[in-house]
């Protein structure tokens, strides 16, 4: 997931660390050099344990009109809704992101 929120521009960079536990991620956030705006102005969590949210790929909605991106686990890996909807596979919709 980090991975994918790199690569679309919303995190400036990340890093794994090993704590002898379960691990760490640490994020730098990025930021508008002129405004001084986050790039992230929305994170929302979809799916949660207590109740999965899971998505055919037509049913994949759109975050801001396309504007935004939706994280989706899939049975080919973890992709965006547009990278979803091109493959033709739906999964598990984990968060959407403007």
Known sequence: MTEILYDKGYILKYKFEDDNKQGLIKIALKYDPQTKEPAIRSLE???RPGLRQYAKPSEIRKVQSGLGIAIVSTSKGVMTDKEARAQ???GEVMANIY
């Open 45 to 47: 969590r979809v799916s």
């Open 88 to 90: 033709n596979v739906g």
